[in-house]
């Protein structure tokens, strides 16, 4: 019973065996050839080792495409040729320093009281026309000094005797002992009480607002003839009267604050004298 048992395990074992390898032998007349053939996968054998001293011959490197030719960089147009800067019109001619204004010598004090050409135009001591009056100088240094000059300013601002006087309306009203006649002026230039010509202060614009100086004078025009309106029994004569005025002037030599005020004498008023006696308008 034993033995039986153990025959059947052997041909279990052989029956296993047949279905997993598989021999063939072969007879022929050349060499025999035994073939194994398994389920199990094996590893393929190596290739062959080169022989000593023989470099392998490697795969070339790929041949690449040649890089692409760019396109060459754009030309932009050329830069537009722009106009020329404008031609002002030059300065106006008071800008410069008037030529009656005499260069000092090296050491000396600068004057401008010298007589200005306007002078010339007129027997009178004030000019309320200058070609050469210095705006652009004066309105420079107003912006310099605007401060200290509107508060000197204020100070004369009140003497404007623009429409201070008023005329009759009828001539029967008041008769004029000397024949006169009467302005309001705004001068540019005008000699004060030592004899010297001074810049005025007039339409000078600072900040907006426009700084102007007006004075009422009547100039006698008989003035030394005989009263037209007195008998010739007695002796009379027309004679100018005056007064002083304050004005806000220039000084173009002045290089700390070019303003100051001083005093004119400009005539005021037409009298008749009649001996030891004046009568006034």
Same mark, same amino acid.
């Given at each position: ?15 296993? &065996?047949?279905?997993? =390898? ?8 050349? +060499? *025999? #050839?035994?073939?194994?053939?398994? /389920? ?48 002002? &019109?030059?300065?106006? =001619? ?8 005499? +260069? *000092? #010598?090296?050491?000396?004090?600068? /004057? ?62 008041? +008769? ?106």
């Amino acid at each position: 019973m034993a033995l039986r048992f153990v025959v059947s395990l052997a041909v279990v074992a052989i029956v296993l &065996a047949d279905q997993s =390898s598989h021999v063939s032998i072969s007879h022929g007349g050349g +060499t *025999p #050839a035994v073939s194994h053939s398994s /389920s199990v996968p094996h590893r393929a054998a190596p290739s062959p080792a080169p022989p000593h001293g023989h470099r392998p011959s490697y795969t070339p490197r790929p041949t690449y495409p040649p890089r692409p030719s760019y396109t060459p960089r754009p030309t932009y147009p050329t830069r537009p040729t722009y106009t020329p800067r404008p031609t002002y &019109a030059p300065r106006p =001619s008071y800008h410069p320093q008037p030529s009656y204004h005499p +260069t *000092p #010598a090296y050491g000396q004090q600068p /004057s401008y009281d010298a007589e200005p050409a306007c002078a010339a135009a007129s027997s009178k001591p004030w000019c309320l026309e200058d070609n050469e009056y210095p705006t652009y100088e004066i309105e420079k240094a107003a912006g310099d000094h605007s401060d200290k000059l509107l508060t000197l300013y204020a100070d004369v601002a009140d003497l404007d005797t623009k429409l201070s006087v008023e005329r009759p309306n009828n001539l029967y009203e008041e +008769t004029y002992l000397c024949p006169s006649e009467t302005a309001y002026v705004r001068p540019l230039r005008a000699k004060n009480t030592d004899g010297k010509w001074r810049i005025i202060v007039n339409n000078i614009k600072v900040h907006y607002q426009t700084l102007t100086q007006t004075t009422r004078i009547e100039e006698c025009l008989t003035s030394g003839d005989a009263c037209p309106l007195v008998p010739v029994c007695y002796e009379s004569k027309c004679l100018q009267k005056s007064i002083y005025h304050r004005f806000l002037v220039y000084d173009p030599y002045d290089q700390y604050f070019p303003f100051a005020i001083e005093t004119f004498k400009l005539p005021a008023s037409c009298a008749c004298l009649l001996g030891a006696y004046t009568i006034d308008h």
